[in-house]
């Protein structure tokens, strides 16, 4: 019997990535989108630095945060590993052979003794020869490999371990070259070396063609030496494979000193003991070089550990470091292109796992899943917002700010008390004269069978009329006065600002739609703006003062026109006028600072604007970003003149208070 299915489900822990859909990348860039408008920068910036996918609950890591992942791990394997015991490991090993013959010579010295005299004096010569040629071995590794390589050893350990030392080292050199030789090699014959010099000339032959814009046979090439070299399918893999494994050997010799270099490298050499083979190898290295330049080339690395590593190990973290650097190139890369798709993913998994691939892919989904939802288009020349996405954003700044009211423990926006109406409700009433005739035909039939009873026909009594309870909705029109200077900006309070302009403009055109919205920003000077348009960043010009007067005065022009029952200028600063306007006089007209006093000409005629406008019956309600007490006594004196009301919040409060205070106000339940 086939076992059930079973699931595992646990909390988010972070590593989980998430599938992210057209809402989640339009969150991740909003605030940016409200910073500057400039999609462009938004979508670098996530590519770049990631970010929460709050409807999964899990982080997007970016771009920068895969290659600090990766730079962290190169930089462990630094602090981790020590290269310089390489060539003295390997001295170590050959002394230690050395010496091991030397007792053998000796053991069979004592032996002589008891041998005929004719034997014990050819063998004393034997052996003395063997003392002379083992003292004259030169110091370094290199030159000692060569001559014991030519070296008749009489000590069967010894020539076993040298042996085995031999094999080793040849398995890890040209086993780094050729990946088919890794395992199975004992010696390297004459036979292997005559296979091995022609299998090069070969490749050299197919490179040169290539040189030259001609087509080799590589499948003639793959049939009498693919089996040194498996998984590779075309010339271009093999190429690849070839210049990343020569990359690794010269990272290795360019990350030691030049004495261990120079050492290692004679070891190199005495273990091909074919000068031809030599010259082919390094005609190889030249023809990849020739073909690839931008290939992967070696390159020193500094290592500060003390772990010791052989040569296998050392070229094998050779070559995985040469893919750790290719790979940071590859992200550095798309962070400056904005493009995820030049990253490798084969080698991202390889490195830094399956969970790290998976984000990059998520990282390539962004554009296309916008493109898909009809978020973002094409122009010709860039890409920019469209009206459904800006619509969305919108209303994700209502849903924000009606989530911090959440957590305000602003509940309840609404007084339940029952009456007269306009905009009906869901429940019912009974009718009194003057209610508006909006039936509940059901309930009012229901009324009518309860009092007389069931069967036909049924009489009706205006005691039986059941009707809708209605709400009366005031029609409002409303200014957003919105500052620009300097000091908005560093707060973080214009960004809450334009935050809160839309999430308002969302909330009337869906609640609202009678209601009007509209949008002035001012510094030094004042202008009205679509709100639509706060995404786009040309009309931002900060600083050069606070010219409150004149953001009112144009408030104050754009209601005057304006029929609605409520007319309010929401004002959303963190200073007190600083420059005003002047009143065109004799033909012209311009702006001025004032003259340096708190209380000076800029306030004063910032308060004649407030009075015209309480005139015009204007209420100004005003949210102030800052608390000292100079700036209170200014909002105080605005209130007493224009019985607005006036809030001090500070960044991260402001959509809160603002759209309660324009709830609170809009609806009266009679």
């Known amino acids: 019997m086939r076992s059930a299915l079973r699931y595992r489900y646990s909390r988010w822990d972070g590593t989980q990535v998430p599938s992210l859909t057209a809402d989640d990348v339009l969150d991740l860039m909003a ?15 996530l590519l770049a630095g990631g970010g929460l996918a709050r409807s999964s609950g899990g982080r997007l890591e970016g771009l920068r945060g895969l290659l600090e ?43 002589s003794a008891t041998a005929p005299e004719g034997a014990r004096e050819a063998l004393e010569q034997v052996l003395a020869r063997k003392q002379a040629y083992l003292d004259a071995l030169p110091p370094d590794p290199g030159g000692m490999l060569t001559a014991l390589n030519d070296y008749e050893f009489m000590d069967d350990g010894a020539r076993e371990a040298f042996q085995e030392l031999l094999r080793e080292l040849q398995q ?26 022609e299998m090069t000339q070969a490749l050299n032959r197919l490179l ?78 030249a023809l990849l070089q020739r073909l690839n330049p931008d290939g992967p080339r070696g390159q020193g690395f500094l290592f500060s550990g003390d772990e010791p590593l052989a040569l296998g190990e050392a070229l094998r973290l050779m070559g995985h470091l040469g893919d750790m650097e290719r790979l940071d190139r590859q992200l550095s890369q798309a962070m400056r292109e904005l493009d995820p798709s030049v990253v490798d993913r084969r080698l991202m998994e390889e490195l830094l796992g399956r969970e790290a691939m998976e984000m990059l892919e998520e990282l390539q989904r962004i554009t296309q899943v916008m493109e898909e939802a ?24 209502l849903r924000d700010i009606f989530a911090e009211i959440h957590k305000s423990r602003f509940a309840n926006h609404d007084a339940k008390n029952a009456g007269l109406g306009l905009e009906r409700e869901e429940d019912t009433k009974l009718y009194e004269f003057g209610d508006p005739f909006h039936v509940d035909i059901q309930a009012t039939l229901r009324n009518a069978l309860l009092r007389n009873g069931t069967g036909t026909p049924v009489v009706l009594s205006p005691a ?18 919105l500052d620009m200077s300097y000091s908005m900006v560093g707060t973080g309070a214009f960004r809450e600002g334009k935050k809160v302009a839309f999430a308002l403009n969302s909330l009337i055109k869906a609640q609202f739609p009678k209601d009007a919205l509209f949008l002035v920003v001012f510094s030094y000077y004042a202008r009205e703006l679509d709100p639509l348009r706060l995404l786009q960043s040309d009309w931002v010009e900060y600083g050069g003062g606070t010219n409150i007067q004149e953001g009112l005065q144009t408030a104050r022009k754009i209601l005057r026109g304006n029929r609605a029952d409520t007319k309010q200028i929401i004002l959303i600063t963190d200073g007190y006028p600083t420059t005003f306007t002047e009143e065109r006089r004799e033909g012209w007209s311009g702006s001025f600072r004032s003259p340096g006093r708190r209380t000076g000409q800029a306030v004063e005629e910032t308060l004649k604007e407030v009075k015209r406008c309480t005139q015009d019956d204007i209420t100004i309600n005003t949210f102030m970003m800052a608390r000292d007490s100079v700036l209170v006594d200014f909002v105080h004196e605005m209130m007493r003149m224009n019985r607005g009301r006036a809030f001090f919040a500070r960044p991260g409060q402001l959509g809160s208070y603002l759209l309660v205070d324009y709830l609170r106000n809009k609806r009266k339940v009679i």
Do not use: C, W
């Open 31 to 45: 605030d940016d989108l409200l910073d500057s408008g400039d999609l462009r920068r938004a979508l670098e910036r």
């Open 69 to 111: 992942r990766l730079r962290a791990m190169r930089d462990q394997q630094f602090q981790e590993h020590d290269l310089r015991s390489l060539v003295n490991d390997l001295r170590d090993r050959l002394n230690d052979i050395v010496q091991q013959e030397r007792s053998g010579l000796q053991g069979r010295q004592e032996q």
């Open 172 to 197: 890890q050199f040209l086993g780094n070259l050729f990946q088919g030789l890794q395992e199975g090699m004992q010696r390297l014959t004459p036979e292997d070396l005559s296979r091995l010099r």
């Open 208 to 285: 040169e063609q290539r040189l030259r814009g001609e087509e080799g046979d590589f499948a003639d090439f793959m049939a009498r030496f693919g089996d040194l070299f498996p998984g590779v399918e075309s010339l271009d893999d093999l190429m690849s494979q070839m210049q990343r494994q020569t990359a690794a050997m010269d990272s290795l010799l360019q990350s030691l000193g030049p004495t261990q270099r120079r050492a290692l490298q004679e070891m190199l050499d005495a273990l091909l003991q074919d000068d031809r083979l030599r010259a082919d190898l390094a005609r190889l290295g």
């Open 374 to 397: 009809g978020f973002i288009r094409d122009t010709g020349r860039d890409i920019e917002l469209t009206p459904k996405a800006i619509r969305a954003l919108g209303n994700k700044a």
């Open 464 to 481: 039986d009329l059941e009707v809708y309870r209605t709400r009366f909705l005031t029609q409002a029109a409303t200014v957003i006065l």
